[in-house]
């Protein structure tokens, strides 16, 4: 059973420019949450797809958008790039169970030039 | 708007020693969660506490939540150098789980 995957893992794009980050989930898994994370800080969130639909948004700009496909994979888009964008994007996704626990990909590496 | 803390944000131990980690915030919630993440890596579950009193332990950490006081607590005993990483703890701000987390604790255990 493959775990939650994300791709590319790492990414170089320079400032202006638009970029597509990409998760499929955990088998099981109806549910994809998105976040950033900057270099030594906690996780912050940017938005969740369920039934196709954003459900929850963090505070992010309108140029973070996202999608999720009919087979509960999901895409995260970030337009007009900026420097403070570099981060590392990590894809959760979880399933109905009570717990809610979430289960984390391993990321894609934005280097944003 | 919600905020996690953790103290310390730093903690370097010798193996064999026993220490705390706090996790405060400031709104009501009864779902916390504990992470690890390994340098490069992604972040790992470790525990989910769901209501006041929890306790849940596995090997040398122990977690626990106090939903009145909003403070959990990630118990290390008898350190060993594999339980270097970064501990972060997350609260759930819902019944849509947006998770908030905390700053992480960027624990070093040495010989």
């Known amino acids: 059973d493959a775990g939650v995957t994300q791709s590319p893992t790492h990414l170089i794009k320079t400032r202006g420019q638009q970029v597509t980050l990409r998760c499929s989930p955990k088998?099981?898994?109806?549910?994809v949450s998105w976040y950033q994370q900057a270099l030594g800080q906690g996780p912050q969130f940017i938005f969740q797809?369920?039934?196709?639909?954003?459900?929850q948004r963090g505070n992010f700009p309108d140029r973070f958008s996202g999608h999720q496909f009919p087979n509960y994979s999901s895409e995260l888009n970030v337009n007009a790039l900026l420097l403070g964008d570099s981060a590392l994007y990590l894809c959760?996704?979880?399933?109905?169970?009570?717990?809610?626990?979430?289960?984390f990909g391993a990321g894609t590496r934005l280097s944003v030039l | 708007e919600l905020k996690v803390e953790q103290n310390p944000l730093f903690l370097s131990m010798q193996e064999g020693k026993n220490y705390t980690i706090y996790c405060n915030y400031s709104?009501?919630?009864?779902?916390l969660y504990w992470y690890r993440q390994d340098p490069g890596k992604s972040l790992e579950s470790l525990f989910v506490?769901?209501?006041?009193?929890a306790v849940k332990q596995e090997g040398r950490l122990m977690a626990s939540l106090d939903t009145k006081a909003r403070l959990s607590t990630l118990h290390i005993t008898a350190a060993v150098h594999d339980l270097s990483a970064t501990y972060f703890c997350?609260?759930?701000?819902?019944?849509?789980?947006?998770?908030?987390f905390g700053a992480g604790t960027r624990l070093t255990v040495k010989p």
């Open positions: 709104t009501t919630s009864d779902r």
């Open positions: 997350a609260v759930d701000m819902g019944n849509n789980n947006d998770m908030r």
């Open positions: 797809y369920y039934e196709e639909e954003e459900r």
């Open positions: 959760a996704t979880q399933g109905p169970h009570p717990e809610n626990i979430q289960y």
């Open positions: 088998s099981g898994h109806d549910t």
């Open positions: 506490l769901l209501s006041n009193g």
